[in-house]
């Protein structure tokens, strides 16, 4: 990789754009506030679209071929929501505008909330969440206050097994909540066992994620349900896998209280990069004066002809958790796509991203190690390591894929499976790009075996060779510095 | 669009590989009585016709770019040139996820790096992250940072109460099962010297914003020293518009501890508010406390240089219930969008904005407090926002604006609503966007309003 730097095309003196002239007589200028330097680049147009029209080039992405990272729900990301989010009257309204002059968002909003609990189940929806964790810690702050709200101080507990996202803990663990971890049992469920033994006046609930992050549907989870309900606890759903399940199962019929969805895995909406997401949060009837402040509510009025969309705050509402009103623009996107699968178009989705892991998982089931035997749902997990290859590591075989021009699996995740190797096709990759990985997955397994340095070695084909991520932390090089170059 | 492409029969040999007769048999383990349930989804809409119910409902709403605006409170109307959605709109970037796979996420992590020093640059800080969800969050995220820096050993952080009220309303949603104690916004009208003085050796952290939520610039000079000597080494977060250090001598050069504040005003529009970016920047010393996604640079097996997810043992997936944070997705095309925009604009570009916001925001402030019933309330130097006292209740004069006078106009935001102390006080905002006519003609709106009101009181 050659690409410079932004700062290292910098010429002082150029410009890149103009602006107009100040129509309006200057005014004084605070003297003793003013900083010296602005250190910015200084580049033209063309300068600006070359560089980051080079970087782009440097990445791979759902637009280039299959990105089975388990756990993310790479899908296509449908162009339709490109152009729906950027019409200008959606971009270009400000959020504390007038609620008269921005009922056609306010219309979108309700009705998104609305797709959102006929595919769910639950009562009422919060679309404030950003990202899957904030949804996770507003339903977490949910839980915890509504067991305040009932007296029940003394509660402080939550079960989360070990297969979880890391999210789960962690935003446990600010909300103030103790943490307990469960196994998994032999077929990759929750130990209910191992469960017993919380089930007390200290629980808060349980977080569980179905299905669960081995790719399987949890054979107890209606058991789950009835044993934290019993004890007094609510359960959580992180739904981070709801595209194995929209239109095949309502997550609240069998008995979750509280999950939060991910408009940019479940919803088609793109994951940018890294961002931004989007995490509403949905909750059964007795929760829903907890939601976070403030959800869509529509006033029927007698006197006018169209309803009146509004904000309004949920009464005992943990409170706001981000500005303003959530992540609008990706809302959008969520419901367009939506709006363009009704009932029948949201399950063929799901039993087709279930029908292409099944699938690939059968074409490689003989070479690579499989922990749980079982149908999975749209992901599953092998084990990247094979008995007569020794030296090689799951690792290995991701940066091997790349020589391929494909998109490694997540790896080293779920932590109970050693060199996990975690693969979610998606519905929308089509029965040859899946036979195109299975190829290359299998004779990648035939490499690990005959000449297994091409797999240390790897990527061989990518625009850097394998970075050393220990002298990335060791050296703290995280930010530009002209002097230093 | 067509949303899974297999053909009946290729969806046929693909059961049969699998070993199971039909689509059902791959939902044995789903309860019968759960499985197939009725939604009740609309109908499904095809492109064309989704498209033309977008259309309305997008015109359905009045745009601000189409009307002469003077609303911020924290989003703002800024000119964002094409070169930034020229960038955001290549599937190389926003089809791509998290850069866990370095070597193919170059383009990503390099961008993300170039963010991070900007960031620094403009803030002047050591250290940035790869983004919190906004302004918000982030606020929440320096409380965080600073309790743990003090490994949870002190309680109490004080809020300036200038600080924008949606932060101090995610702070304290964040923090409710914390036990912290949250001080210094109680008495909304007291003035920073006094909540300063609140800051004691129980004290993690001093949070103030600059511009503050009223506009004006808070004067820094000896803050930090204040918070450190009287907090025994307490922090001092601050929040800051970013466009404002196009012109504004940065936080880091007054010594705060965390700079950060919202990213919407550097290239995103207004888009009913989110996705906004919230950016976070602090010192060195502080890195491992910090939350989020950290970027650094190093080199491939063959010496030649790249960039890498770094410092990731902060993190939920390694740390687990031990992690900084839970924050996982952030906003991670919105940082391109910054990068593209401070690149694009530049050293000259962004100076030449922010006098422009400074100029135009005091040319309004001085045409308004020149009409009969309106005072513009500035104790201290503004930025682009300023507040002025209005003859008549805010929502009064907003309604006057948009529905009575000879065009629309989005007048600013009515104080009232998280101030009851400031019936009557709205927030006035004027960027690059607002013409000398567009500014002139509000004036003449207001001095209408003052005249018709006058008439309707002594009637």
Same mark, same amino acid.
């Given at each position: 990789?050659?690409?410079?730097?932004?700062?290292?095309?910098?010429?002082?003196?150029?410009?890149?754009?103009?602006?107009?002239?100040?129509?309006?007589?200057?005014?004084?200028?605070?003297?003793?506030?003013?900083?010296?330097?602005?250190?910015?680049?200084?580049?033209?147009?063309?300068?600006?679209?070359?560089?980051?029209?080079?970087?782009?080039?440097?990445?791979?992405?759902?637009?280039?071929?299959?990105?089975?990272?388990?756990?993310?729900?790479?899908?296509?990301?449908?162009?339709?929501?490109?152009?729906?989010?950027?019409?200008?009257?959606?971009?270009?309204?400000?959020?504390?505008?007038?609620?008269?002059?921005?009922?056609?968002?306010?219309?979108?909003?309700?009705?998104?909330?609305?797709?959102?609990?006929?595919?769910?189940? #639950?009562?009422?929806?919060?679309?404030?969440?950003?990202?899957?964790?904030?949804?996770?810690?507003?339903?977490?702050?949910?839980?915890?206050?509504?067991?305040?709200?009932?007296?029940?101080?003394?509660?402080?507990?939550?079960?989360?097994?070990?297969?979880?996202?890391?999210?789960?803990?962690?935003?446990?663990?600010?909300?103030?909540?103790?943490?307990?971890?469960?196994?998994?049992?032999?077929?990759?469920?929750?130990?209910?066992?191992?469960?017993?033994?919380?089930?007390?006046?200290?629980?808060?609930?349980?977080?569980?994620?179905?299905?669960?992050?081995?790719?399987? #549907?949890?054979?107890?989870?209606?058991?789950?349900?009835?044993?934290?309900?019993?004890?007094?606890?609510?359960?959580?759903?992180?739904?981070?896998?709801?595209?194995?399940?929209?239109?095949?199962?309502?997550?609240?019929?069998?008995?979750?209280?509280?999950?939060?969805?991910?408009?940019?895995?479940?919803?088609?909406?793109?994951?940018?990069?890294?961002?931004?997401?989007?995490?509403?949060?949905?909750?059964?009837?007795?929760?829903?004066? #907890?939601?976070?402040?403030?959800?869509?509510?529509?006033?029927?009025?007698?006197?006018?002809?169209?309803?009146?969309?509004?904000?309004?705050?949920?009464?005992?509402?943990?409170?706001?958790?981000?500005?303003?009103?959530?992540?609008?623009?990706?809302?959008?996107?969520?419901?367009?796509?939506?709006?363009?699968?009704?009932?029948?178009?949201?399950?063929?989705?799901?039993?087709?991203?279930?029908?292409?892991?099944?699938?690939?998982?059968?074409?490689?089931?003989?070479?690579?190690?499989?922990?749980?035997?079982?149908?999975?749902?749209?992901?599953?997990?092998?084990?990247?390591? #094979?008995?007569?290859?020794?030296?090689?590591?799951?690792?290995?075989?991701?940066?091997?894929?790349?020589?391929?021009?494909?998109?490694?699996?997540?790896?080293?995740?779920?932590?109970?499976?050693?060199?996990?190797?975690?693969?979610?096709?998606?519905?929308?990759?089509?029965?040859?790009?899946?036979?195109?990985?299975?190829?290359?997955?299998?004779?990648?397994?035939?490499?690990?075996?005959?000449?297994?340095?091409?797999?240390?070695?790897?990527?061989?084909?990518?625009?850097?060779?394998?970075?050393?991520?220990?002298?990335?932390?060791?050296?703290?090089?995280?930010?530009?510095?002209?002097?230093?170059? | 669009?067509?949303?899974?492409?297999?053909?009946?029969?290729?969806?046929?040999?693909?059961?049969?590989?699998?070993? !199971?007769?039909?689509?059902?048999?791959?939902?044995?383990? &789903?309860?019968?009585?759960?499985?197939?349930?009725?939604?009740?989804?609309? $109908?499904?809409?095809?492109?064309?016709?989704?498209?033309?119910?977008?259309?309305?409902?997008?015109?359905?709403?009045?745009?601000?770019?189409?009307?002469?605006?003077?609303?911020?409170?924290?989003?703002?109307?800024?000119? &964002?040139?094409?070169?930034?959605?020229?960038?955001?709109?290549?599937?190389?970037?926003?089809?791509?996820?998290?850069?866990?796979? $370095?070597?193919?996420?170059?383009?990503?992590?390099?961008?993300?790096?170039?963010?991070?020093?900007?960031?620094?640059?403009?803030?002047?800080?050591?250290?940035?992250?790869?983004?919190?969800?906004?302004?918000?969050?982030?606020?929440?995220?320096?409380?965080?940072?600073?309790?743990?820096?003090?490994?949870?050993?002190?309680?109490?952080?004080?809020?300036?109460?200038?600080?924008?009220?949606?932060?101090?309303?995610?702070?304290?949603?964040?923090?409710?099962?914390?036990?912290?104690?949250?001080?210094?916004?109680?008495?909304?009208?007291?003035?920073?010297?006094?909540?300063?003085?609140?800051?004691?050796?129980?004290?993690?952290?001093?949070?103030?914003?600059?511009?503050?939520?009223?506009?004006?610039?808070?004067?820094?000079?000896?803050?930090?020293?204040?918070?450190?000597?009287?907090?025994?080494?307490?922090?001092?977060?601050?929040? !800051?518009?970013?466009?404002?250090?196009?012109?504004?001598?940065?936080?880091?050069?007054?010594?705060?501890?965390? &700079?950060?504040?919202?990213?919407?005003?550097?290239?995103?529009?207004?888009?009913?508010?989110?996705?906004?970016?919230?950016?976070?920047?602090?010192?060195?010393?502080?890195?491992?406390?910090?939350?989020?996604?950290? !970027?650094?640079?190093?080199?491939?097996?063959?010496?030649?240089?790249?960039?890498?997810?770094?410092?990731?043992?902060?993190?939920?997936?390694?740390?687990?219930?031990?992690?900084?944070?839970?924050?996982?997705?952030?906003?991670?095309?919105?940082?391109?969008?910054?990068?593209?925009?401070?690149?694009?604009?530049?050293?000259?570009?962004?100076?030449?904005?922010?006098?422009?916001?400074?100029?135009?925001?005091?040319?309004?402030?001085?045409?308004?407090?020149?009409?009969?019933?309106?005072?513009? &309330?500035?104790?201290?130097?503004?930025?682009?926002?300023? !507040?002025?006292?209005?003859?008549?209740?805010? $929502?009064?004069?907003?309604?006057?604006?948009?529905?009575?006078?000879?065009?629309?106009?989005?007048?600013?935001?009515?104080?009232?609503?998280?101030?009851?102390?400031?019936?009557?006080?709205?927030?006035?905002?004027?960027?690059?966007?607002?013409?000398?006519?567009?500014?002139?003609?509000?004036?003449?709106?207001?001095?209408?309003?003052?005249?018709?009101?006058?008439?309707?009181?002594?009637?």
């Amino acid at each position: 990789m050659t690409e410079p730097l932004i700062f290292e095309l910098s010429i002082p003196g150029r410009k890149g754009v103009r602006l107009p002239e100040l129509d309006v007589p200057e005014s004084e200028l605070p003297a003793d506030l003013l900083r010296d330097d602005l250190p910015l680049p200084e580049v033209s147009e063309v300068d600006v679209v070359r560089h980051y029209l080079r970087l782009s080039q440097l990445n791979y992405a759902v637009d280039k071929g299959i990105y089975p990272l388990g756990s993310c729900t790479m899908k296509y990301n449908p162009k339709i929501n490109e152009v729906a989010a950027r019409l200008p009257g959606f971009v270009g309204i400000h959020p504390l505008q007038d609620e008269l002059t921005v009922q056609g968002a306010l219309y979108l909003m309700y009705h998104l909330q609305e797709q959102l609990k006929a595919i769910s189940g #639950f009562d009422a929806i919060s679309l404030q969440p950003a990202a899957g964790a904030h949804g996770e810690l507003t339903g977490v702050l949910i839980m915890r206050k509504y067991h305040l709200d009932r007296g029940e101080t003394q509660r402080d507990t939550m079960l989360i097994p070990d297969s979880a996202h890391g999210t789960n803990p962690a935003s446990t663990s600010m909300s103030g909540l103790r943490v307990v971890e469960i196994p998994s049992d032999a077929r990759g469920n929750v130990d209910l066992e191992a469960m017993k033994a919380y089930m007390n006046e200290r629980l808060i609930g349980i977080m569980i994620t179905n299905p669960n992050t081995l790719g399987l #549907f949890d054979e107890n989870l209606e058991a789950i349900c009835q044993m934290v309900h019993e004890a007094g606890g609510l359960v959580y759903g992180d739904g981070a896998n709801m595209n194995a399940l929209m239109g095949i199962m309502r997550p609240a019929e069998i008995g979750i209280d509280v999950m939060h969805f991910n408009l940019h895995k479940t919803f088609s909406t793109p994951h940018g990069g890294g961002g931004p997401g989007s995490g509403p949060v949905g909750v059964v009837a007795k929760l829903a004066d #907890f939601l976070p402040a403030p959800i869509v509510v529509k006033e029927e009025d007698a006197e006018e002809e169209a309803p009146l969309y509004t904000f309004y705050d949920p009464p005992k509402s943990i409170g706001r958790v981000k500005s303003f009103w959530g992540h609008f623009s990706v809302m959008i996107k969520a419901y367009t796509y939506i709006r363009m699968l009704g009932d029948e178009g949201v399950r063929r989705a799901a039993e087709h991203a279930v029908l292409n892991a099944n699938y690939l998982l059968s074409r490689i089931r003989d070479v690579y190690p499989l922990p749980y035997d079982r149908i999975c749902k749209h992901e599953f997990v092998v084990e990247g390591r #094979f008995e007569d290859a020794p030296g090689v590591r799951a690792l290995d075989i991701a940066k091997r894929l790349i020589d391929y021009g494909v998109h490694p699996p997540t790896n080293y995740f779920p932590l109970i499976v050693h060199e996990a190797l975690m693969i979610e096709p998606t519905e929308t990759e089509s029965k040859q790009e899946v036979d195109r990985y299975a190829d290359i997955l299998l004779k990648i397994a035939e490499e690990a075996k005959t000449d297994p340095d091409l797999l240390h070695e790897a990527p061989h084909n990518a625009p850097v060779r394998r970075l050393d991520e220990v002298y990335a932390a060791r050296q703290k090089i995280l930010r530009y510095r002209r002097d230093q170059q | 669009m067509v949303f899974v492409p297999h053909t009946e029969e290729e969806r046929q040999a693909m059961l049969k590989a699998i070993g !199971v007769e039909k689509m059902d048999d791959l939902f044995y383990d &789903v309860p019968a009585k759960y499985r197939y349930p009725t939604l009740g989804l609309e $109908a499904p809409l095809t492109e064309m016709e989704v498209l033309e119910e977008l259309q309305e409902l997008s015109e359905a709403n009045l745009n601000a770019y189409r009307t002469p605006t003077f609303l911020g409170a924290g989003i703002y109307r800024h000119w &964002v040139p094409a070169v930034v959605d020229y960038v955001l709109s290549r599937g190389e970037f926003y089809t791509a996820y998290t850069p866990y796979q $370095a070597e193919i996420s170059q383009g990503t992590l390099t961008a993300i790096f170039e963010y991070q020093s900007l960031i620094c640059d403009l803030t002047g800080m050591e250290v940035a992250n790869a983004s919190h969800y906004d302004g918000a969050t982030a606020a929440a995220e320096a409380v965080i940072q600073a309790y743990n820096v003090f490994r949870g050993k002190r309680k109490k952080v004080v809020l300036a109460p200038t600080l924008h009220p949606h932060y101090r309303e995610v702070i304290r949603t964040y923090t409710q099962g914390m036990g912290l104690e949250i001080v210094g916004d109680e008495a909304l009208e007291k003035p920073l010297e006094e909540v300063v003085e609140m800051v004691d050796e129980q004290t993690f952290a001093f949070i103030v914003q600059t511009p503050n939520f009223f506009g004006e610039i808070e004067p820094l000079e000896g803050l930090a020293d204040e918070v450190h000597t009287r907090g025994k080494k307490a922090l001092l977060a601050v929040a !800051v518009n970013p466009i404002s250090l196009g012109l504004l001598k940065p936080p880091g050069e007054y010594g705060a501890d965390i &700079v950060f504040g919202d990213g919407q005003p550097l290239g995103l529009g207004l888009n009913f508010g989110g996705p906004t970016l919230g950016f976070y920047a602090t010192k060195m010393r502080y890195v491992h406390q910090m939350a989020g996604r950290i !970027v650094g640079e190093t080199k491939d097996v063959e010496g030649k240089r790249g960039f890498v997810l770094t410092l990731t043992s902060r993190e939920q997936h390694i740390r687990r219930h031990r992690a900084t944070s839970n924050i996982c997705s952030n906003q991670g095309i919105m940082t391109l969008a910054a990068t593209v925009y401070l690149s694009a604009l530049g050293k000259d570009g962004l100076r030449k904005v922010a006098l422009a916001n400074y100029h135009k925001a005091h040319y309004a402030a001085e045409r308004i407090a020149a009409l009969p019933g309106y005072t513009v &309330v500035a104790d201290k130097p503004f930025f682009n926002e300023f !507040v002025v006292e209005c003859p008549a209740p805010v $929502a009064e004069i907003n309604d006057f604006l948009l529905n009575e006078w000879d065009y629309e106009i989005i007048g600013g935001y009515d104080l009232s609503r998280d101030y009851p102390h400031l019936a009557r006080h709205m927030l006035v905002a004027v960027t690059e966007m607002n013409g000398r006519d567009e500014i002139d003609d509000f004036v003449e709106a207001l001095r209408a309003f003052a005249d018709y009101h006058q008439v309707e009181v002594e009637a």
